[in-house]
T-cell receptor
């Protein structure tokens, strides 16, 4: 079956612009996670959804970052007024339940000029 | 807070060599431990896991043993192949709620024929 998909695969934007990153989880997976990977670093947790609610937003680095999930399916991560330090690969993962194995998408590489 | 430290790369070996990638962690309580692998052009995949002390995770010839006394989860393989070339990430679960993962910085492994 289809895995986790993310779009776009690459995004180049200018400093100060807003960007939206999309994640399509595996069908039926109730838990959805966003992570960020900066160059040469490990993945950092950003936010977690259980269904459409986000009980854990502790990793969002600033109020410029927000995320939503609709229909227990697609999730969108929005970064407003992008800064150069936002440049990273943004990864989405989903799991059947919160205790289950996380399946990762291929990521969106964001470059802020 | 919880953290994972893994062997810095890159690591380059010849085919059939023995592989060890070190991983140590800091955590309160009893986390689950994971190794993820990212092959070129692909998303992160779970390689193996261990959920309690002295458990050994294994898959595709790779092994790692959960050592609570040394807070370690070193990845080993007796005879590597060119197809094992990838980036390897050690991770632990944040068990305080959702299973958000805390990752090490990754180790790039290259196997030469």
């Amino acid at each position: 079956g289809a895995g986790v998909s993310q779009s776009p695969s690459n995004k180049v934007t200018e400093k100060g612009k807003d960007v939206e990153l999309r994640c399509d989880p595996i069908s039926g997976h109730t838990a959805l996670y966003w992570y960020r990977q900066r160059l040469g670093q490990g993945l950092e947790f950003l936010i977690y959804f259980q269904g459409n609610s986000a009980p854990d937003k502790s990793g969002l680095p600033s109020d410029r970052f927000s995320a939503e999930r609709t229909g227990e399916s697609v999730s969108t991560l929005t970064i407003q007024r992008t800064q150069q330090e936002d440049s990273a690969v943004y990864l989405c993962a989903s799991s059947l339940m919160t205790s289950g194995e996380q399946f990762f998408g291929p990521g969106t590489r964001l470059t802020v000029l | 807070g919880n953290s994972v430290t893994q062997m810095e790369g890159p690591v380059t070996l010849s085919e059939e060599a023995f592989l060890t990638i070190n991983c140590t962690y800091t955590a309160t309580g009893y986390p689950s431990l994971f190794w993820y692998v990212q092959y070129p052009g692909e998303g992160l995949q779970l390689l193996l896991k261990a959920t309690k002390a002295d458990d050994k995770g294994s898959n595709k010839g790779f092994e790692a043993t959960y050592r609570k006394e040394t807070t370690s989860f070193h990845l080993e393989k007796g005879s590597v192949q060119v197809s094992d070339s990838a980036v390897y990430f050690c991770a632990l679960s944040d068990f305080q709620g959702a299973q958000k993962l805390v990752f090490g910085q990754g180790t790039r492994l290259t196997i030469n024929p």
